[in-house]
């Protein structure tokens, strides 16, 4: 039940209308007997500097940080990991005493869960990351610490990709120009899609036309919402090996939710209850 001693977590995103987070991490609050609410704020970027004072004013315990925050929200912190901060995003902020800490949670949990769901030996594979931004910078950290043989990054906007490529610094990255979409995804045998192209409203949108996929290939897509993208049919269509979403979105917000309570997630329980919702 709210109440006066009710500790606060916002999730700040544009837009947050899809998240299912509050509703996970509500349940799992509930779950526990923990007085924690959780709430979904859409700030515009110019008002992000604004929100985080208010964070700071209201006392929030913590707070999750979604597209187009997860890099410009650093200058407004106190810390950050060193993770978060060789990645250059956050995804997870932690009030400690009046400190706002930011960490990324985003890596860890989609290592794990691309692992767990495919079994796919990372040793020597050649992978293409469609995107740029925060989730793009922390998966494609996690993947270069493996024994990966190359990263690509393919984004609209290719100056951003060489921007992630020179903060995270490791050889087994470069970036490739849009129009050279079709050529390197051929070569790929982990294809990554880290936009929100195909996410829910707009379930339509894919990035890559499913002849470019082959039955070799894994094709994963960040997005949860809906749990199997355009992009993930045409490839389970084409034959390929397919990994959702969700997996990741469970696992980097049970990493987040002990950050802020210090006490352990039932992630099972946690994909229960957005799986509930979303079927």
């Known amino acids: 039940m709210v109440n006066a001693n ?3 977590i916002g999730l700040f995103g544009h837009p947050v209308s899809h998240s299912k987070s509050p509703l996970m991490h509500n349940a799992m609050f509930h779950e526990l007997g923990l007085n924690y609410l959780y709430l979904a704020f859409d700030v515009q970027p110019e008002n992000l500097q604004a929100a985080i004072a208010g964070v700071r004013a209201l006392g929030f315990r913590g707070l999750n940080i979604t597209i187009p925050h997860k890099e410009a929200i650093i200058p407004f912190l106190d810390e950050i990991s060193p993770e978060a901060k060789l990645i250059g995003a956050v995804n997870t ?4 005493n009046g400190k706002l800490i930011g960490y990324n949670t985003d890596g860890e949990g989609y290592l794990a869960s ?9 040793q020597d594979k050649k992978i293409i990351i ?9 998966i494609s950290y996690a993947l270069a610490k493996q024994q990966v ?5 393919i984004n609209r906007d290719e100056t951003r990709a060489e921007e992630l490529v020179l903060s995270i610094n490791n050889s087994k990255i470069d970036v490739a120009n849009f129009t050279q979409l ?4 051929h070569e790929a045998e982990l294809i990554i899609n880290t936009t929100s192209v195909g996410m829910s409203p707009n379930i339509t949108g894919t990035l890559v036309k499913n002849e470019w996929i082959n039955p070799q290939q894994i094709v994963s897509d960040i997005i949860y919402n809906p749990l199997r993208t355009k992009l993930l049919n045409d490839a389970d269509a084409q034959g390929a090996t397919i990994h959702e979403g969700l997996g990741m979105f469970i696992n980097q917000g049970a990493i987040a939710f002990e950050k802020w309570t210090e006490i352990k997630a039932d992630s099972s329980f946690m994909r229960q209850v957005v799986l509930d919702s979303l079927i």
């Open 182 to 185: 079709e050529s390197c995804l």
């Open 6 to 8: 009710t500790e606060l």
């Open 130 to 138: 469609l995107g740029a931004g925060g989730a793009a910078r922390a």
């Open 114 to 122: 691309l692992l767990e769901e495919t079994g796919v030996q990372l």
């Open 93 to 96: 902020v932690v009030n400690s």
């Open 149 to 153: 043989k190359k990263i690509t990054i």
